[in-house]
């Protein structure tokens, strides 16, 4: 079963500059993502024991206490490994150490304990899907670069950890 590790960032999807984003874009079919807007931290490809994931992603959440501003500057895209869509998303130029450093050692600990995850790891929070066949990435990305959003910034409150597509199986809120 895979599953995965999500902070949630409480984003409005009714901000203007989102609003401004859609249509600039209207020109473009994009899927967007309405509501539960979250930066996947960790993407198990197999999850062979929940309790002994749980207790892991617990000892890392409850030692750092979790509390981090994440910052997002830019708009950018990428295909996803299938080829067949591009996620448009939030990115920052901002470098966050102390983020990266903190998921380092959950990814680590999960890695060495014998969990299977994703190596790739790109702090992102997708805001829209575009079908790769309808549209280049490059020419998505020259789209995007022209849009100006603000910067961004987001407090790190709310983690889950999911069934991929389905149930949760635990959930923290500081």
């Known amino acids: 079963m895979k599953s995965y590790f999500e902070i949630k960032i409480p984003l ?6 989102l609003k401004g984003l859609k249509e600039t874009l209207s020109d473009i079919d994009v899927r967007w993502q309405n509501g539960f807007q979250h930066i996947t931290a960790v993407f ?4 062979p024991d929940k309790p002994l994931v749980s207790s892991i992603i617990d000892r890392h959440l409850i030692n750092q206490k979790c509390l981090f501003e994440l910052s997002f500057d830019q708009l950018d895209a990428f295909t996803i490994k299938d080829g067949h869509t591009h996620i448009i998303h939030l990115s920052s130029t901002e470098t966050q150490p102390e983020f990266y450093l903190w998921l380092d050692g959950l990814r680590s600990e999960l890695s060495s304990s014998g969990v299977k ?3 790739d790891f790109k702090l992102h929070v997708t805001l829209g899907r575009v079908s790769s066949s309808s549209i280049g990435l490059d020419y998505l990305k020259s789209r995007l670069t022209c849009y100006k959003i603000p910067l961004l910034r ?3 409150k709310c983690f889950e950890y999911r069934e991929f597509r389905g149930e949760t199986i635990k959930k923290w809120d500081f």
């Open 154 to 156: 987001f407090n790190t």
């Open 117 to 119: 995850i994703e190596p």
């Open 12 to 17: 409005d999807v009714n901000s203007e500059w």
């Open 44 to 47: 198990i490809v197999d999850t």
